[in-house]
């Protein structure tokens, strides 16, 4: 499950739950996530999650700015589109949050080595 946990003041005050699909974000009614002031563009950006070709539960995450006036921040710098992952800090505005990723959290990796015998 992907989550966008808002952080204020270093404390996370809420968690969105995120599914497959387009996922907006801006002032205007209609967005996924309307945020009120704070810098924050009507139409200010998207975050899109595709399921992976070979690991569906696993999902591939893009954020693209819709040419907000302010600006979409991932880990402090501004991008335009830029694939993101668990633990990145996205900022819109005043607004910040971090991208959570059970299954990259709680997933475990495995390592195989193939010997050449």
């Given at each position: 499950?992907?989550?966008?946990?808002?952080?204020?003041?270093?404390a996370?005050?809420?968690?969105?739950?995120?599914?497959?699909?387009d996922?907006?974000?801006?002032?205007?009614?209609?967005?996924?996530?309307?945020?009120?002031?704070?810098?924050?563009?009507?139409?200010?950006?998207?975050?899109?999650?595709?399921?992976?070709?070979?690991?569906?539960?696993?999902?591939?995450?893009?954020?693209?700015?819709?040419?907000?006036?302010?600006?979409?921040?991932?880990?402090?710098?501004?991008?335009?589109?830029?694939?993101?992952?668990?633990?990145?800090?996205?900022?819109?505005?005043?607004?910040?949050?971090?991208?959570f990723?059970?299954q990259?959290?709680?997933?475990?990796?495995?390592e195989?080595?193939?010997?050449?015998?």
């Amino acid at each position: 499950m992907i989550k966008l946990k808002h952080i204020v003041h270093g404390a996370v005050v809420s968690e969105i739950e995120m599914t497959e699909g387009d996922f907006t974000i801006g002032r205007n009614h209609g967005n996924n996530l309307q945020l009120d002031g704070g810098g924050v563009s009507g139409k200010h950006a998207m975050i899109t999650l595709v399921a992976d070709s070979c690991i569906p539960e696993m999902f591939d995450i893009t954020i693209r700015d819709l040419n907000s006036t302010n600006g979409t921040y991932v880990n402090s710098n501004s991008v335009k589109e830029q694939k993101i992952e668990h633990g990145d800090l996205i900022r819109f505005g005043t607004y910040e949050f971090k991208v959570f990723d059970d299954q990259s959290y709680c997933g475990t990796q495995t390592e195989y080595h193939i010997s050449e015998d």
